[in-house]
């Protein structure tokens, strides 16, 4: 497998409970992104990791979601206390280098309830 | 602030004829940008790169034009086939940092037999 991979593909939750998305990026690429997508809007930035260290956060991203990347390679995406206002398609993207372009994979599709 | 903007939300075109999407952007920084194509309920696939040296790129059926005068680029799409159908994303970066790739709104693309 040469792409970016995603899990769970979907999921389903209630409102207050905690969900985890894994990222797995292409093996090589050193930078990975994490971005959430709503309905009718682009991709918007959530965190960047290269290698292991997570270099810059938006502002989007609140105390309630914690991202990793503990040895360089997968990534996870954690969300305690869900809101519904956290209902939306979380993309993993991976590139190589300065000025790569990203590769984003299939997405996680979240819905609270 | 709307730093990538795609004015228009939908595009019809005949199959066979050239497809043309638009983009504006704001942002005198960004330096890189990039088209990505994406369908329902599946992360954006990376189309085609232009980085701000150059005013043209081509790959295959696939041309990104770039202004930077006018902070305006455009994707040709010649010709166009049934499969091309899908929302269209451009999306741009600035040189130094994360790197992280700003979105415009997207433009629904339908190509009709």
């Known amino acids: 497998d040469t792409g970016v991979s995603q899990d769970p593909r979907h999921k389903i939750t209630k409102r207050g409970q905690n969900v985890t998305f894994r990222c797995d990026p292409i093996?090589?690429?050193?930078?990975l992104y994490w971005y959430r997508q709503t309905l009718g809007q682009g991709p918007e930035f959530l965190t960047y990791f290269q290698n292991e260290a997570q270099l810059e956060k938006s502002r989007l991203l609140s105390d309630r979601f914690s991202a990793e990347r503990p040895k360089g390679s997968f990534s996870t995406l954690e969300i305690q206390r869900t809101e519904q206002g956290d209902s939306a398609m979380y993309l993993c993207?991976?590139?190589?280098?300065?000025?790569?372009?990203?590769?984003f994979g299939p997405g996680t599709r979240l819905l609270v309830l | 602030d709307q730093q990538v903007k795609q004015n228009s939300p939908s595009l019809s075109v005949q199959e066979g004829r050239i497809s043309i999407l638009n983009c504006d952007y704001t942002n005198s920084m960004f330096d890189y940008f990039l088209w990505y194509k994406k369908y329902p309920a599946e992360g954006p696939t990376f189309l085609i790169s232009?980085?701000?040296?150059?005013d043209k790129n081509e790959d295959g059926r696939f041309t990104v034009f770039l202004n930077k005068s006018a902070k305006h680029l455009s994707l040709h799409i010649v010709p166009s086939q049934p499969g091309d159908s899908a929302v269209y994303f451009c999306a741009a970066s600035e040189p130094q940092g994360a790197q992280k790739l700003v979105f415009g709104q997207g433009t629904r693309l339908t190509i009709n037999p």
């Open positions: 093996s090589e690429h050193n930078r």
């Open positions: 993207a991976s590139s190589y280098g300065t000025g790569g372009s990203q590769y």
């Open positions: 232009i980085s701000s040296i150059k």
